[in-house]
C-alpha cells in the first residue's frame, strides 16, 4: 500500500495505550487522563501506519544513518528528492515531508542536538507538534531522538521528550486534538526508562 501526503484514510493506531499498558502492570498511574492519549512501542518506527513519524535527522536532510537511514531506505528515492528541495533544517528545528512508500502519511524531520543542549532538543519535540498542528495530524510517533549517533545523555533525553509532549497535550490549544503520542523506543535500555518515567 501507498499513501501520498493528502489521501485520506483511517489510520490504524492498534497500539495500546499507556492507559491501557500501566493498567495491566500493577501500581503504574494510568489515571492521568493524558495517559489515554499516549502509547510506548518498542520497535521499528517504518513500520508505523499513522498520521506522521519523527525522523531524527541531521542538518543536510540528505539521509544519513540509524532511524533517518532506516527511513529513507523504507520510504524509497522520492522522499530524499522533497528532502534537497528543502535545503536544510536548523538544529532544534523541524520539516515536513510526504511519506512516500511508508505506511506515515508523512515524515517530521528533526535535527537534534549532538551531545547536550536541553533547548534544542526541547525544540525539536514542539517544532514537531506545531508542524502536526500545520498539517491538522492527530496521530504522532517519535523516535529518541538524538540518543544515537548524536550521543545526547538517553535519561535526560527521556525527561525532555516527556516534558515537552505532556506539556503540549495538556495546554496546548492544539493539544488536545492530538489522539495518540507513540513514544517509539528501539532499544530494551530505553523501554526500562520510559516505562520509569512515563508514571
Ligand atoms: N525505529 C525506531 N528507532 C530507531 C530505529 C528504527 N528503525 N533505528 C534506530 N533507532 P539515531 P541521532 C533509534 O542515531 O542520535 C543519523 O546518521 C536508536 O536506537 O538514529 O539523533 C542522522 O543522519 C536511537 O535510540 O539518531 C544524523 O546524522 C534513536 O533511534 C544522526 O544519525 C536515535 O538514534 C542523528 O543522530
Redesign the pocket.
Known amino acids: 500500500k501507498q499513501y501520498s501526503c493528502g489521501e485520506n484514510y483511517t489510520p490504524i493506531v492498534d497500539i495500546p495505550t499507556w492507559a491501557q499498558q500501566a493498567g495491566a502492570a500493577k501500581g503504574l498511574n494510568d489515571g492521568d487522563p493524558l495517559a489515554r492519549r499516549v502509547s510506548l512501542h518498542v520497535?521499528?518506527?517504518?513500520k508505523l501506519e499513522i498520521d506522521a513519524i519523527v525522523n531524527?535527522?541531521?542538518n543536510s536532510l540528505l539521509?544519513?544513518?540509524?532511524?533517518?537511514?532506516?527511513?529513507h531506505r523504507a520510504a524509497g528515492p522520492l522522499l530524499k528528492v522533497e528532502c534537497a528541495q528543502l535545503k536544510g533544517c536548523e538544529t532544534g528545528d523541524a520539516k515536513a515531508t510526504c511519506g512516500y512508500k511508508l505506511p506515515a502519511r508523512y515524515v517530521l524531520h528533526t535535527?537534534?542536538p549532538m551531545g547536550s543542549g536541553d533547548e534544542a532538543l526541547r525544540s525539536c519535540y514542539s517544532r514537531c507538534l506545531e508542524l502536526a498542528r500545520q498539517h491538522g495530524l492527530t496521530s504522532v510517533a517519535f523516535?529518541?531522538?538524538?540518543?544515537?549517533?548524536?550521543?545526547?545523555p538517553?535519561e535526560r533525553a527521556a525527561k525532555i521528550a516527556l516534558e515537552t509532549v505532556r506539556d503540549f497535550l495538556a495546554n496546548d490549544k492544539y493539544g488536545e486534538k492530538i489522539e495518540r503520542i507513540i513514544f517509539?523506543?528501539?532499544?530494551d535500555a530505553?523501554y526500562r526508562l520510559y516505562t520509569q518515567l512515563l508514571p
Open positions: 520497535g521499528d518506527i517504518t531524527a535527522a541531521n539521509g544519513g544513518g540509524g532511524v533517518d537511514g532506516a527511513i535535527v537534534g523516535p529518541c531522538i538524538s540518543t544515537g549517533v548524536y550521543g545526547f538517553a517509539c523506543v528501539f532499544l530505553d
